[in-house]
């Protein structure tokens, strides 16, 4: 029989060009940079190649002992492979945080370990293969029967395969459009070599033109390899990796509910979980007035906004102070079909900004303080300590501002000068303390009967000054005068003693009678010492010619 004539021949083809695709597949991957799955997925295509080759060697080899030393070869990747998709599957599904625990990675290898134990072993070897036997003589297989550990590494096999299945299409379902387009791939590459197998062990003669039973699964791994292919060459597959929901929601460090359109909790982070103080099986499905029973702040927010973004006070020792933000979630017909609530404790900030408010309102009480202590001593600084009002130095910078305004708006003003009548005879009949009463109550007179533009100092003894802004002479002569007759008729108590008091006055205006602050000074004075002069307790306005004659 000629090789093309032999249909072992051909069949061995294939199944070497399985090998070699599946190697070449793996170098690609390898060569790939590293994404999660990758690693398991090349390991992966690494032993579908010692099984397809394997089985090839098999197919070809003459005698039964070479037929056995590749049958050995041929289960290093049987007993492999379904691991290596398993755990594949659960890598790229996000789905690995048991995987990667090394006891639970150690088990999985532990039923392929004893089966390539017995395998390899002369004295154990039927515990796995029964029997082996040459199929035919023109070549092919062994025909093998199946021993008691054979059952339980295929079961293993089965259920790893059903498993990598169930995450895939769980990720399919749940997963965005993006990722949906790649799924399929991964699914019918699990499905198909599975399905081949199962017909394998229920009808190993399905395929009646071999004159021996032949198992298919390594050939289905060359279409499950091409739809492999296609997903990493045309779909990018291993450069768009699913995001689990895990991933994205645990990592998230606020709270995080997500209700649906009846108002129930369909998902809750870790750190809700950990605030309600129920577990996720606590939470899911339930009605979100159950759930967020002990917030009702939450719940009046919740069920009158559609969206909002507010701080709650939740009960607790002590209170805890949450920022809400309840986002709805809108269909295309942007209708509501549920809602996201994030949550985050805003407690310690919002102490450290109460204090801080705490801190602030101190600052600000303590330079109001400051503020009075420095306008007190700005008021002592101009004002005379014992009769309260402006001292000479004040009246020094007030007359200098009044001349120039006077000169810049061509207005005359006019100074008043008075001086207590005998006021030495009054600290010596009285003593110093009536003295100093007398002087009050002038000053009080003067405060209360002056304008309030006028500025009333003391000038020093029992001298005073008043300059009067936009006042002529006669005008201020008349004021003069009529302080002058008041306070004469004034009487003055003192330890029970009535006081009479007089004073003198002197009159001068701006600018008749002078050009400058210090000249006016003059003017006024001399119109006082005329008003002494002429028998005190009377007013003078400064006359120039008398001045002159005297």
Not at 130 to 144: C, E, F, K, M
Not at 303 to 309: A, H, Q, T
Not at 491 to 506: L, N, Q, R, V
Request: charged residues 20%; proline residues 5%; aromatic residues 12%.
């Amino acid at each position: 029989m000629t090789p093309m004539n032999n249909p072992w021949h051909v069949f061995a083809a294939l199944l070497i060009l399985n090998a070699v695709t599946s190697a070449a597949l793996a170098v690609i991957l390898f060569l790939r940079p590293r994404k999660p799955g990758l690693l398991p997925l090349a390991t992966m295509f690494v032993a579908l190649s010692f099984w397809s080759f394997g089985y090839a060697m098999i197919t070809l080899s003459p005698g039964f002992e070479e037929k056995l030393f590749w049958l050995r070869v041929e289960n290093i990747g049987i007993q492999t492979t379904a691991v290596l998709w398993f755990l594949f599957a659960m890598t790229y599904t996000r789905m690995d945080r048991w995987t990667g625990n090394w006891r639970v990675l150690a088990a999985l290898w532990i039923v392929p370990g004893i089966s390539l134990l017995f395998i390899f072993s002369d004295s154990w070897f039927h515990y796995y293969y029964s029997s082996a036997r040459i199929a035919t003589t023109t070549g092919g297989p062994l025909v093998i029967s199946r021993g008691p550990f054979y059952v339980v590494a295929l079961s293993f096999t089965y259920a790893l395969d059903l498993l990598g299945l169930i995450a895939l299409v769980r990720r399919f379902l749940v997963s965005r459009a993006v990722y949906r387009r790649q799924t399929p791939y991964l699914i019918a590459a699990a499905v198909i070599p599975f399905a081949l197998n199962l017909a394998y062990q229920i009808h190993p003669n399905i395929l009646s033109f071999f004159p021996a039973p032949v198992d298919l699964t390594p050939l289905s791994f060359t279409a499950a390899g091409g739809l492999l292919a296609s997903g990493i060459f045309g779909l990018r597959l291993t450069d768009i990796v699913p995001i689990a929901r895990d991933n994205v929601m645990e990592v998230i460090p606020e709270m995080v509910f997500v209700l649906d359109e009846k108002e129930r909790i369909v998902d809750a982070n870790a750190v809700a979980q950990k605030w309600l103080g129920k577990s996720l099986k606590e939470i899911i499905g339930r009605d979100a007035l159950e759930v967020f029973k002990p917030w009702p702040q939450l719940l009046k927010r919740f069920f009158f906004l559609e969206r909002s973004r507010e701080e709650i006070e939740i009960p607790g020792e002590p209170p805890r102070i949450l920022e809400t933000i309840i986002t709805p979630i809108l269909n295309r017909a942007n209708q509501i079909e549920g809602r996201v609530i994030l949550a985050y404790d805003i407690t310690e900030r919002k102490k450290l900004e109460e204090e801080l408010k705490t801190a602030n309102l101190a600052l600000q009480t303590q330079l109001e303080v400051n503020e009075r202590l420095r306008l007190q001593l700005q008021e002592q600084a101009i004002r005379d300590p014992l009769t309260g009002v402006f001292n000479r130095r004040y009246f020094a910078e007030a007359l200098d501002r009044e001349i120039a305004r006077a000169a810049r708006e061509n207005a005359p003003f006019s100074l008043i000068i008075l001086d207590v009548d005998h006021f030495k005879r009054v600290n010596d009949a009285y003593g110093h303390k009536c003295g100093d009463m007398v002087l009050i109550s002038l000053a009080n007179y003067l405060t209360e009967n002056t304008r309030r533009s006028d500025i009333l100092c003391r000038f020093g003894g029992e001298e005073f000054v008043i300059l009067m802004p936009d006042a002529a002479v006669d005008d201020a002569r008349e004021r003069a005068e009529l302080f002058r007759a008041e306070f004469e008729s004034l009487s003055h108590t003192c330890e029970d003693k009535p006081i009479k008091a007089t004073f003198s006055a002197g009159v001068a205006s701006f600018p008749i009678h002078a050009g400058s602050g210090d000249a006016l000074l003059v003017s006024a004075d001399q119109a006082l010492y005329q008003s002494k002069r002429a028998g005190r307790n009377r007013v003078s306005v400064f006359d120039a010619v008398k001045e002159s004659s005297e």
